[in-house]
């Protein structure tokens, strides 16, 4: 099974492509619907995270309060180390699980969609490894139109990442997607055209 890596900066376009590839047909497994899963009430994942961060990390029903970790770890990367070490290891598995599941359906491609590839140190499970790349001010102005979030807000959220142009060297395969939205389909097009998966998943 060929399992190909997605990743990226914030904003830049992985979710966009990785549609593309669902709308092929190709299984995408995506590492943020996993790292969700790992923080749910009562599993592993929550309990380290409530110890470390007390229980007024969570909502009046215990879930974690997502917004509120999120802005405690953006604003301090000593906490965001904290946490990233945590729940590496949960993410890791599921990860596994979902390819494990996949494999054993037939699937001959499939992809990877994780924004920490490099990071998690994922990328030697995967080849080959796309990166979506934009330029620096289209990634600006593309996070503050979608969440609606300061010129601050974004830049800092943008600089708690390795850097695009970084991950860019990294890549095997390179998506700039600093055109429109017709111009990224048609790229798509020629790199991935006739790449479909025989399994049958619906993502
Ligand atoms: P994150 O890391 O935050 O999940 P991402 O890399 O998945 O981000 P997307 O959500 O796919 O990025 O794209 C960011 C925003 O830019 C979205 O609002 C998306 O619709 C828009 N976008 C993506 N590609 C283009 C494009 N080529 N032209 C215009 N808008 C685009």
Request: aromatic share 6%.
């Amino acid at each position: 099974m060929r399992i190909v890596g997605l990743t990226g900066g914030i904003g830049s376009g992985k979710s966009t492509v990785s549609n593309l590839f669902k709308a092929h047909g190709i299984p995408v497994v995506d590492a943020d619907v996993i790292a969700r899963d790992v923080l749910k009430k009562g599993t592993g994942g929550w309990k380290k995270v409530v110890a470390a961060f007390g229980e007024d990390i969570l909502l009046p029903d215990g879930e974690v309060d997502r917004p509120k970790l999120g802005r405690i770890v953006f604003s301090d990367p000593q906490k965001r180390q904290i946490l990233n070490r945590f729940l590496a290891p949960y993410i890791s598995s599921g990860i596994l699980l979902e390819v494990l599941k996949l494999w054993m359906k037939g699937c001959k491609i499939i992809v990877l969609d994780v924004p920490l590839l490099f990071e998690a140190k994922m990328d030697r499970w995967t080849n080959p490894i796309v990166v979506v790349w934009v330029d620096p001010k289209t990634q600006l102005h593309r996070l503050m139109a979608r969440d609606g979030t300061t010129e601050e807000d974004s830049k800092s959220r943008i600089n708690s990442q390795m850097s695009l142009d970084l991950k860019r060297t990294k890549a095997d395969i390179l998506i700039d997607n600093t055109g429109s939205l017709a111009d990224l389909n048609e790229n798509f097009q020629k790199l991935f055209h006739g790449e479909t998966g025989p399994c049958q998943v619906h993502n």
